[in-house]
C-alpha cells in the first residue's frame, strides 16, 4: 500500500502543518473557519522529502494521487484544465512547515495557453488582462520550471516599454501584451534549442517538480542557516485555483499584518496594488500604496478584509501575516501565517496578548526567539549628528547600518564574511540575494514596499532596510547611486535609518542600544520563570558595567591575561620572562602587581554585591613576547648597525628566551596550570593582586564581591592542590596583613576531556567546577578552532558530516557527554560543588537548553547576550516541564 501524499484543501486542517506546510495547513484551516479562499489541494511535505531521498525520482503513486486530486478540484470548480470552452488555471505554489518569505518558487496562470486565452478574455470582458496573464505565466514557468534567466524575459520587456514610451507594466495595451506574448513564446525557444511543452497537465507536474527542485536552491540553503532550520523538512506545494487581482481596477492584490511587524502597534499594517498579481507585491517592482488608501478605493473588500484580518488574529491567538487577492470586488485569502517581526514588534506583541488577556506569560515567553533579541542590543543614529539625509524611503526594518556601499550581493557576501561593514544597495532584492543580505548591516532599495522580500528579510534577520527610497538613481555598471547632486561610488560611506527611512552620504556615528520597557518587563517574566543563573564574561569594568545592567548575576569569567597586554605592562612581562632566577621574575611580576589590583578594583566596584570568578593566567608566555622571526631579525640588525651593545645584548636575551619557549602547538603546550607550574610567581601576584583589590573594594564601598578564584587547564588533582595552596598562602598572608577576611572559593575551568572524565576525584579539591566549553571542544574534537573555521568546517556543514557548528552550539552527543558526566561525579563527590558554563555556548539558546537539562547552576557568557541567556534559561524549563508531562 502506497502512502498518501495528496490532500485536498477541505481535508486539512492547522494540525497538519508538518505534513501540509504551512501555507497549506493555513489555507486548510482558513477555508474550514469559513473564511474565503480558493480551492485546491496540497502535495505534503513527505513527498517533497522522499522525491529527493530517491535523487529527484517520484515516490510510487504520487502522480496517480495528484493526477485524482486534480480532477477532484475540477469537478468542484466545474472547469478543467486545458479546456478550451472553461479552462481551469491554477497556481503551483511552495509551502515550508517554517515560513521562508521568497526563498522557494511559485508559478502562477498554469493552464493558459494558446488555445485558453480567447475563453479567458471572453469570460474576464478583458483582453488585455487575458494576455496579461499569459505572458507573466510564460516568464515566471521559463525561469522557475525551465531554468531560463530573468533578463531575457525583463529586457524584451523594458525593450517594449521603452519603445511604446510608457514607464509601467499596466500602461501596455492588450495589442502590446499579445505581441510581447509571441516575444516570449520565441525567446524561451531559442534558450532551449527547441518548443516546450504546451500540455498543461505536463505543465503542471513539471511545475510540481520545479518546486520540489527549489526546497534544494542556494537561496534556500542560506535561508535555512541564517534560521537554524533543518534541511531535511521539505517543502509541501499548494496547487490552488486561480484568483485574479489583476483583472482590471476594481481588482488587487496585497499582503497585510494583524499588528505592525516593525514596532508590533496593534494598527493597520500592509500594503496593496490595483489590477496586479500577488508576486508584484512581494517582488518589489512596483511600489504598493498602503492599506488605509484601499478603504477609499475597494471599500467593500476592506471592509471585508479588516474583519477576517481580526477573525484569523484572535483564531491563531498571534499576530498574522496574511496574502490576498480581490477579483472583481471579491475578497480571497491565499495565505495566513504567524507574522515575521523585529525583535521590539515581538516582545511588544507578546506584552499586549498577555495584557489583553489572549495568552499566558508562558505562552508568550516561548513565542519569543532568543536569539532575535540580538538586534535590539545594537547601536543606533547618534540623534546629534548635523547630517542632512540626502534620500528618504520607508522605513522597512528599524535599525542603524553604516558601512561602505556595495551594489552587488555577491561583493556583499564576500567582503561581509571578511569582516568588512557593507551597505547592500539594489533597485530591489530577488531571494538570490540572501546571501549578500545575511552579510550586510543593512539594505537599501530603489523600488518595493514594507512587505517585499527585501523588508521582510531583513526585518527577520535584524537587518535595518530602507525601501522604495524615491529620486534615487542606480547604475549597476558604474556601481553608483545618484540622488540629485550626490554620488555615491562603491566604497563610499553610507548610513541607513531603518527606523526614519532616511539615508546619510556619511558614516554617522552611533549610540549604544536602549532597552525599553516592553524588554524589560518580559524580561522579568523570563527571570521568574528560569532556573539557571545568567552571568557573564567581563575583563574590565565597562563590560562589567554593561552586564550588570543587561542582567548579569555575576561575572563567570574575568580573563587576566588581557591585563598583561598594555604598553605600560609589556616591558615587566618581557622583563619577567628573560628573568634567570625566581628573586629576578618576583622582582619584575612586583611591578605589574598594583596595575593588576586597579583593573580587578574596577571590576570588583561595579559588581560589587555579586560573585565575580577570575581566571588565573591562561595563555602561553609566548603571546606577550614578539614573533620569532621578527625578533630575529631585529637582532641580526642591531648586530650589524647598532652602536649600543647594552641595548643589543637585552635584545638577544629576549631572542634566546623567544627561541626557548617557542612551542610547534602553543595551545597545547606550557600555558594554563602549567605555566604556574613553572612559574609559581604569576598566580602568587595574582592571588595578591585578586584579593588586595577585594579588600580595598570593601573597605571603600562597604560591601565587596563574592570571590571565586579559578586555575585553568588542569587535567590531575595534583596540578590543583598545588596552585590552591599557593593561593591560599598568599590569601592568608594579605588577610593578616589587612586584618580582616573574606569567603574566597577555589575552584578550575573543566576544558580538557581527561579533566572531564576524572571530575570526581578533581572535586576533592574544588569548590567549584566552570566547564570552558571552547576548548573542551577543541580537544575533544581534536581540531583547532581558527583552522577549522577558515577550512574544512565550511565543508563538513555543507555536506552534513556536522548538522551544526560545535563552536557555536554544543556537540551534545561527544562534549555534551563529557559535560554530563562531569556534572554527574563531581558532585557525587562533593555535593556542595558549583557548577556553570564559561565558554560561548553560555550564550547559545540551543546550548542553554542542554545546561538546564544536565543540571549546571548558571551559565556565563558576553555582556550582549546576557538578555537572550535569560530567555533561552525560561523557556528552557517551559519545554522540560511540558515535555515531562
Avoid at 373 to 386: G, K, M, T, V, W
Avoid at 749 to 760: G, Q
Avoid at 828 to 841: I, P, Q, R, T
Wanted: proline share 5%; hydrophobic share 40%.
Amino acid at each position: 500500500m502506497t502512502d498518501r501524499y495528496v490532500y485536498d484543501l477541505s481535508e486539512g486542517s492547522a494540525e497538519m502543518k508538518p505534513l501540509l506546510g504551512g501555507k497549506g495547513a493555513g489555507v486548510a484551516e482558513m477555508m474550514r473557519v469559513g473564511v474565503p479562499v480558493p480551492d485546491g489541494f496540497t502535495i505534503t511535505t513527505q513527498a517533497c522529502v522522499e522525491t529527493m531521498n530517491r535523487k529527484g525520482e517520484w515516490p510510487d503513486g504520487l502522480d496517480e494521487q495528484a493526477w485524482a486530486g486534480l480532477q477532484r478540484l475540477e469537478e468542484r470548480t466545474g472547469r478543467k484544465l486545458g479546456d478550451p470552452g472553461k479552462p481551469l488555471l491554477v497556481s503551483v505554489r511552495s509551502g515550508a512547515i517554517i515560513s521562508m518569505p521568497g526563498m522557494m518558487d511559485t508559478i502562477l496562470n498554469l493552464g493558459i495557453s494558446d488555445e485558453t486565452v480567447p475563453a479567458i478574455a471572453r469570460e474576464s470582458g478583458n483582453e488585455r488582462f487575458a494576455w496579461d496573464c499569459y505572458r507573466r505565466f510564460i516568464q515566471m514557468y521559463g525561469e522557475v520550471v525551465e531554468g531560463i534567466d530573468a533578463h531575457v524575459y525583463e529586457d524584451a520587456l523594458t525593450a517594449l516599454k521603452e519603445s511604446k514610451g510608457v514607464e509601467s507594466d499596466t500602461d501596455l495595451s492588450a495589442d502590446d501584451l499579445k505581441g510581447l506574448v509571441d516575444t516570449f513564446k520565441k525567446l524561451s525557444n531559442e534558450q532551449l534549442g527547441g518548443n516546450w511543452t504546451t500540455d498543461p497537465r505536463e505543465q503542471l507536474m513539471r511545475a510540481v517538480d520545479a518546486v520540489f527542485r527549489s526546497w534544494l536552491n542556494p537561496r534556500a540553503f542560506v535561508y535555512r542557516k541564517a534560521n537554524k532550520i533543518s534541511d531535511d523538512l521539505g517543502t509541501a506545494v499548494n496547487v490552488m485555483q486561480m484568483v485574479f487581482g489583476n483583472r482590471g481596477d476594481d481588482s488587487a492584490t496585497g499582503v497585510c499584518f494583524t499588528r505592525n511587524p516593525a514596532t508590533g502597534a496593534n494598527e493597520l499594517y500592509g500594503e496593496f496594488l490595483q489590477n496586479a498579481q500577488g508576486e508584484d507585491v512581494v517582488a518589489g517592482i512596483r511600489t504598493p500604496k498602503p492599506l488605509a488608501q484601499m478603504q477609499e478605493i475597494l471599500p467593500d473588500a476592506y471592509e471585508q478584509l479588516t474583519a477576517t484580518m481580526k477573525k484569523m488574529e484572535a483564531h491563531y491567538r498571534d499576530m498574522q501575516d496574511m496574502e490576498f487577492t480581490v477579483e472583481n470586488g471579491k475578497l480571497y485569502l491565499l495565505q495566513t501565517r504567524n507574522g515575521k517581526r523585529t525583535a521590539a514588534a515581538a516582545l511588544k506583541v507578546a506584552r499586549d496578548l498577555v495584557d489583553e488577556g489572549v495568552i499566558s506569560k508562558e505562552e508568550a515567553l516561548m513565542r519569543i526567539e532568543p536569539g532575535q533579541l540580538d538586534q535590539l542590543l545594537h547601536e543606533a543614529i547618534d540623534p546629534d549628528h548635523s547630517e542632512q539625509p540626502v534620500a528618504e524611503g520607508l522605513p522597512a526594518s528599524p535599525g542603524a547600518a553604516v558601512g561602505e556601499a556595495v551594489f552587488d550581493a555577491d561583493i556583499a557576501a564576500e567582503r561581509g564574511a571578511a569582516g568588512d561593514r557593507v551597505v547592500l544597495i539594489r533597485f530591489e532584492t530577488t531571494p538570490d540575494d540572501i546571501h549578500g543580505v545575511l552579510q550586510s548591516q543593512g539594505v537599501l532599495t530603489a523600488h518595493g514596499g514594507m512587505t517585499s522580500h527585501a523588508a521582510v528579510v531583513a526585518r527577520g534577520m535584524g537587518k535595518p532596510c530602507v525601501a522604495g527610497a524615491r529620486g534615487i538613481k542606480i547604475d549597476y555598471e558604474a556601481r553608483t547611486l545618484t540622488v540629485g547632486d550626490t554620488v555615491i561610488e562603491e566604497g563610499d560611506p553610507i548610513t541607513l535609518d531603518g527606523s526614519t527611512g532616511e539615508v546619510f552620504a556619511a558614516a554617522l556615528p552611533l549610540i549604544p542600544p536602549q532597552i525599553n520597557a516592553d524588554f524589560q518587563e518580559v524580561l522579568s517574566w523570563a527571570d521568574e520563570t528560569r532556573r539557571l543563573g545568567v552571568w557573564a564574561n567581563a575583563d574590565n569594568a565597562t563590560d562589567a558595567a554593561k552586564a550588570r545592567e543587561l542582567g548579569a548575576e555575576g561575572i563567570g569569567l574575568c580573563r587576566t591575561e588581557h591585563m598583561f597586554f598594555g604598553a605600560d605592562r609589556l616591558p615587566a612581562m618581557h622583563e619577567m620572562i628573560t628573568a634567570e632566577t625566581p628573586e629576578e621574575r618576583k622582582t619584575a611580576v612586583d611591578k605589574i602587581l598594583p596595575m593588576q589590583q586597579e583593573d580587578f578594583e574596577g571590576v570588583f566596584t561595579a559588581m560589587k554585591g555579586l560573585p565575580v570568578t577570575v581566571r588565573l593566567l591562561d595563555p602561553p608566555l609566548h603571546e606577550f613576547l614578539p614573533s620569532l622571526v621578527e625578533q630575529s631579525l631585529k637582532v641580526q640588525e642591531m648586530e650589524l648597525t647598532s652602536a649600543d651593545p647594552v641595548h643589543t645584548d637585552k635584545e638577544r636575551r629576549l631572542l634566546a628566551q623567544v627561541k626557548k619557549l617557542h612551542e610547534q602547538n602553543p595551545m597545547l603546550g606550557t600555558r594554563g596550570v602549567r605555566l604556574a607550574m613553572l612559574y609559581p610567581e604569576i598566580p602568587d601576584m595574582q592571588a595578591r593582586a585578586i584579593i588586595r583589590a577585594a579588600l580595598a573594594v570593601l573597605e571603600r564601598e562597604g560591601e565587596t564581591v563574592d570571590l571565586h578564584i579559578m586555575i585553568p587547564l588542569v587535567f590531575t588533582p595534583v596540578e590543583l592542590a598545588t596552585q590552591r595552596k599557593i593561593v591560599e598562602d598568599c590569601l592568608a598572608e594579605e588577610f593578616d596583613r589587612a586584618g580582616r577576611r573574606i569567603d574566597v572559593e577555589i575552584g578550575t575551568m573543566i576544558e580538557l576531556p581527561r579533566a572531564a572524565l576524572t571530575a570526581d576525584r578533581i572535586a576533592e579539591v574544588a569548590d567549584f567546577f566552570s566547564f570552558g566549553t571552547n576548548d573542551l571542544t577543541q580537544t575533544t574534537l581534536g581540531i583547532s578552532r581558527d583552522d577549522a573555521e577558515n577550512g574544512f568546517l565550511t565543508e563538513y556543514l555543507r555536506t552534513k558530516v556536522l548538522k551544526q557548528n560545535p563552536f557555536a552550539s554544543i556537540d551534545v552527543d561527544g562534549v555534551g557527554q563529557l559535560v554530563s558526566g562531569a556534572v554527574e561525579k563531581g558532585r557525587a563527590a562533593k555535593s556542595s560543588l558549583g557548577l556553570g558554563v564559561c565558554g560561548e555556548h553560555g550564550g547559545d539558546p540551543d546550548s542553554v537548553h542542554f545546561f538546564n537539562q544536565v543540571g549546571l547552576d548558571y551559565v556565563s557568557c558576553s555582556p550582549f547576550r546576557v538578555p537572550i541567556a535569560r530567555f533561552a534559561a525560561a523557556q528552557a524549563v517551559i519545554e522540560q516541564r511540558d515535555g515531562a508531562k
